[in-house]
């Protein structure tokens, strides 16, 4: 992985741990896919785009804007 790629992954990963959406989606293409383990009961097999993983954000808890 490209040390430009390893930035990328520490900043958006800084952004869900601070509880920014914003930078947490920043690098990411807006098709993304995200597959989730299957382990928690709620949770879609997979979302996909920003808005996906805008919902997947609110249903782990993380929306801390309410």
């Not at 900043?11 to 597959?35: K, T």
């Not at 299957?38 to 993983?53: F, I, K, N, T, W």
């Amino acid at each position: 992985m490209s040390r430009e790629n390893v930035e990328l992954m520490r900043s958006s990963l800084d952004g869900w741990s601070r509880g920014d959406i914003g930078a947490w989606l920043a690098p990411c293409h807006p098709d993304i896919e995200f597959r989730t383990s299957g382990v928690y009961p709620g949770l879609d097999p997979s979302y996909r785009g920003h808005a996906e993983l805008r919902h997947f954000w609110e249903v782990m808890g993380n929306d801390r804007s309410a």
